[in-house]
């Protein structure tokens, strides 16, 4: 099995050890972005990253979640986007 991580604030990823999630608290964008090399160096396969640090990132392979906080829904339009290209339409409206 391949191993997840969640990068982000401390109070945001903390929680996800419970569903077992390596986490990984960071403080800036450029930590974010040195964890984020180190885990690719690693083979995770999945990437959670809080939506403060993730806008610095616009990289594929990583879904922002929201932090503690106020929600800027870049996971949610980032997962619409993924959608719309892997089916040809917007098929999330349905839900």
């Known amino acids: 099995m391949h191993n997840i991580g969640v990068i982000g604030d401390y109070d945001s990823v903390f929680g996800f050890r419970a569903v ?36 610095e990132h616009e990289l594929l392979y990583v879904v922002p979640i929201p932090g503690v906080g106020e929600s800027q829904d870049l996971g949610q339009a980032r997962l619409k986007q993924f959608v719309e290209q892997a089916v040809g339409a917007d098929i999330l409206h349905l839900i």
Do not use: S
């Open 20 to 55: 077992g999630f390596d986490v990984f608290p960071v403080d800036t964008p450029q930590q974010a972005q040195q964890k984020l090399n180190k885990l690719a160096e690693l083979d995770y396969r999945v990437v959670f990253m809080t939506e403060n640090v993730m806008r």
